[in-house]
């Protein structure tokens, strides 16, 4: 991970812009079916991408649905067709792994506004023929799980039997207990909040403001204009990407070591193993993500603010609710820190919910829910099986 | 809350199935203070119950969840007031209320989530105890309270008949109440409470409002 990053980028770009097979499927709802957005309008005609693993049983009682954080995507668990990197929660999902496919139907839609294949800023607008750019209204959490909503219609499954995901990927997961309790049976946010903090706003601003500084974003028409602003959103990715780690992480993987030199130079040039790294991380990142959807999806995870949509009571998103839920936190994560999904626990309790909490101790930080964390699978093991049954599947 | 519970070796708690005994079968429970979540896993097997555990160890928290058991981290004494009114059939707190800070308090938390309340306690009032105090002029130790008075996370010990006192102090009800010797066999308690008092290991009370 300590690679040098200068690299030329320009011709790679192309991949996600262009129209092309990913290898994973596709649900299309046209104009009779708009996706009705918070802001008020009607997005239409909507494409989903999704990836499934596993197999839907007959009484499709089997469905787990995965949802993907900020830059993740629909290849959950398969080489990812850009990257050609193994799937981003390849330990978690799959044959054998705590979100057994050989048990599960696993489904993981490409959230909306994102950038491989669901409807999203670099998507064609029919009425103009171009990509919408930032025309594309903005979008929520809400938003994202009603597109999810319509797939599950889609493949006609009429409940999950969990729903599961970190960070954003937690928001949403949040987002479907609360507005469609009916439709999960159970749920696992993993290191994530009820809303986004002023701290964490802050961070996405800095990274929005990068990518607007870049004069290659020409006000988000930088695909007509030929141009990428991949500086601004390497930066972009840089700045988040140390939220993601810990500073004992940091400290125990780059201390203050030199990247490929004996000495100081002084100069500019990526002295420290750590600034190597993070010029690694944005510029890999922007081969495979795209600007305007960055900024879409930095902005739904900034409004989103669930107890504001009940009045400022957080429990009074889950009165009611039949769904178990599993909150999971990480010691070291202070993006978005224990306290903040202890608070979604309390208002579980508040509810008296059927709720589980368990926070871990690990130094990974948020990045963690990605990573080989033993007690992660453990507890996702356990909670899952023990769901299933209680769904009604066998063991 | 039972992370260093004396009596946290669940294979032979002797109440567990007493206090079983008491819940009504597919009703709603919370056991406070829930430990390794051995008397969870018995009361959802054999009673078919709603169960939900807090506890204060996030270790056996996570033990608990790792095996399917709907635990969530807390403090008897400053957690259960989150709860609404009558949320649970049942809230258990077996062989916990003397380590909490607030017994009282804890006691009216767990009657205002219940319709019932069961507490389960080490009596200090056996004779080995006083014989501990009277006799040899010790703090005691014994199979049941291993730990030594300055390292024991038994801060607020009780007799069977202070309980008592203490559910009176509270308006509660008691519904039921077993006395449980050292061999684990049950006695009923009559009106008069001195002779288990002095020869009962535990207690067992079903309480309401």
């Known amino acids: 991970m300590t690679k040098s990053m200068e690299k030329p980028r320009a011709k790679k770009r192309s991949k996600l812009t262009e129209s092309r097979d990913l290898g994973c499927s596709y649900a299309r709802f046209g104009p009779d079916q708009p996706l009705k957005l918070d802001c008020g309008q009607d997005l239409s005609p909507l494409q989903v991408a999704y990836q499934t693993y596993g197999t839907l049983n007959e009484d499709k009682s089997n469905a787990v649905m995965v949802c993907h954080a900020l830059t993740g995507d629909q290849f959950v668990a398969n080489t990812h067709p850009i990257t050609g990197k193994d799937g981003w929660w390849g330990l978690m999902v799959g044959p054998g792994r705590p979100v057994d496919t050989d048990r599960f139907f696993v489904i993981c839609a490409n959230v909306l506004g994102g950038c491989l294949g669901t409807t999203g800023p670099s998507s064609i607008d029919p009425d103009t023929g171009k990509p919408y750019g930032l025309t594309l209204p903005v979008i929520t959490v809400s938003d994202m799980v009603r597109s999810q909503v319509m797939l599950l219609d889609h493949l006609e499954i009429p409940k999950l039997l969990c729903v599961t995901g970190g960070s954003m990927g937690g928001m949403q997961v949040l987002e479907w207990v609360a507005k469609y309790p009916d439709r999960v049976a159970s749920a696992i946010p993993i290191a994530t909040a009820a809303k986004h903090s002023a701290q964490n706003i802050a961070f996405h601003e800095v990274g929005r403001q990068a990518i607007l500084a870049d004069p290659e974003w020409h006000g988000g028409d930088y695909t007509v204009a030929g141009t990428s602003p991949s500086k601004g959103l390497a930066v972009a990715r840089m700045a988040a990407h140390i939220t993601y780690l810990s500073e004992t992480a940091l400290h125990l993987k780059f201390g203050r070591n030199l990247q490929d030199r004996d000495s100081l130079t002084f100069g500019f040039d990526a002295d420290f193993q750590i600034e190597s790294y993070l010029r690694y991380q944005g510029s890999t990142f922007v081969d495979r993500f795209d600007a305007n959807a960055y900024l879409y999806l930095t902005r739904a995870m900034d409004y989103f603010d669930l107890a504001a949509d009940y009045g400022g009571t957080l429990a009074a998103a889950f009165r009611g609710i039949q769904t178990r839920v599993c909150v999971i936190s990480f010691t070291s994560d202070w993006l978005f820190p224990t306290s903040e999904n202890r608070e979604i626990v309390r208002a579980l309790n508040a509810v008296a919910a059927n709720v589980s909490f368990v926070e871990i101790e690990t130094d990974k930080g948020h990045d963690s829910f990605l990573l080989d964390v033993p007690e992660l699978f453990a507890t996702v093991t356990g909670f899952l099986n023990s769901a299933a049954v209680q769904h009604g599947l066998k063991g | ?209």
Not at chain 2, 65 to 78: I, K, M, P, R, Y
Not at chain 2, 90 to 100: E, M, R
Request: hydrophobic share 45%; proline share 4%.
């Open chain 2, 1 to 209: 809350m039972d992370a260093h519970n004396p009596a946290a070796d669940t294979a032979n708690r002797v109440d567990f199935l007493q206090i079983a005994d008491m819940v009504e079968p597919g009703s709603r429970v919370l056991d406070v203070g829930c430990s390794d979540g051995a008397l969870l896993k018995i009361l959802i097997d054999q009673r078919g119950v709603d169960g939900r555990g807090v506890e204060l160890s996030q270790r056996n928290v996570n033990h608990c969840v790792a095996h399917g058991l709907s635990v969530v981290q807390g403090d008897a004494d400053t957690d259960l007031m989150i709860y609404p009114d009558g949320a649970f059939d049942y809230v258990i707190l077996s062989q916990t209320i003397q380590a909490t800070q607030h017994p009282k308090q804890v006691l009216e938390q767990m009657l205002r989530i219940g319709k019932h309340a069961i507490v389960s306690i080490p009596n200090f009032g056996h004779w080995r105890i006083r014989v501990h105090i009277g006799v040899l002029g010790r703090m005691p130790v014994t199979e049941n309270l291993p730990h030594a008075w300055y390292d024991t996370p038994n801060i607020h010990f009780c007799t069977i008949k202070d309980f008592v006192a203490l559910c009176d102090a509270v308006d509660a009800k008691v519904e039921e109440k077993i006395a449980v010797n050292a061999q684990g066999r049950k006695v009923n308690l009559g009106n008069n409470l001195t002779f288990a008092n002095l020869f009962a290991e535990q207690a067992v009370f079903l309480l309401r409002r």
